[in-house]
């Protein structure tokens, strides 16, 4: 049984003219299916082209591209007394221009960061290295798909 507080919000988000992101006629819906993302040309670059098409799918029938470029910088944060560094801090910054018929339709810049400890093997700071680059595109890419989908009309 729906309770009268629920009904409300129901309610009040129709009255706003609330619109589920990926609804029947929403602007992402005008995405899927839709982007042809730059092709990858580093492995950062092959991780968010990844998690873009993972959110928007990959271009079927492209009407929009999508040019980015990333930056990224490492810093060592944690040192130990002996003067090993044990943790590092990956930022990254993205700027984005989402274009149709050669025509700009919006672009902007988005920026994240994440972490990670180098503390164990060569290995398992290596791979500990490569997640936090690809949980940094992930963040990226979100953001970019969010701004997308508020952009289109």
Same mark, same amino acid.
């Given at each position: #049984?729906?309770?009268? $507080?629920?009904?409300?919000? =129901?309610?009040?988000?129709? %009255?706003? /003219?609330?619109?589920?992101?990926? !609804?029947? +006629?929403?602007?992402? @819906?005008?995405?899927? !299916?839709?982007?042809?993302?730059?092709?990858? +040309?580093?492995?950062?670059?092959?991780?968010?082209?990844?998690?873009?098409?993972?959110?928007? /799918?990959?271009?079927?029938?492209?009407?929009?591209?999508?040019?980015?470029? *990333?930056?990224?910088?490492?810093? !060592?944060?944690?040192?130990?007394?002996? !003067?090993?560094?044990? $943790?590092?801090? *990956?930022? %990254? +910054?993205?700027?984005?221009? =989402?274009? +149709?018929?050669?025509?700009? *339709?919006? %672009? %902007?810049?988005?920026?994240?960061?994440?972490?990670?400890?180098?503390? /164990?093997?060569?290995?398992? /700071? =290596?791979?500990?290295?490569?997640?936090?680059? @690809? @949980? =940094?595109?992930?963040?990226?890419?979100?953001?970019?798909? $969010? @701004?997308? *989908? #508020?952009?289109?009309?």
């Amino acid at each position: #049984m729906w309770s009268s $507080r629920r009904l409300f919000l =129901l309610l009040a988000l129709a %009255g706003c /003219g609330f619109t589920p992101a990926y !609804g029947v +006629k929403s602007p992402a @819906r005008a995405l899927l !299916g839709q982007v042809e993302v730059q092709a990858p +040309k580093t492995r950062d670059d092959f991780d968010f082209v990844a998690a873009v098409e993972a959110q928007l /799918g990959r271009a079927t029938a492209p009407a929009y591209d999508l040019a980015y470029t *990333v930056t990224t910088t490492q810093n !060592g944060v944690g040192i130990t007394v002996e !003067g090993a560094t044990t $943790r590092y801090t *990956v930022t %990254g +910054k993205l700027d984005y221009t =989402l274009s +149709k018929d050669g025509q700009r *339709v919006t %672009g %902007g810049s988005v920026e994240s960061f994440t972490a990670y400890s180098a503390t /164990g093997s060569t290995v398992a /700071g =290596l791979t500990a290295e490569a997640d936090a680059h @690809r @949980r =940094l595109m992930q963040d990226l890419a979100d953001q970019v798909v $969010r @701004r997308l *989908v #508020m952009a289109l009309p």
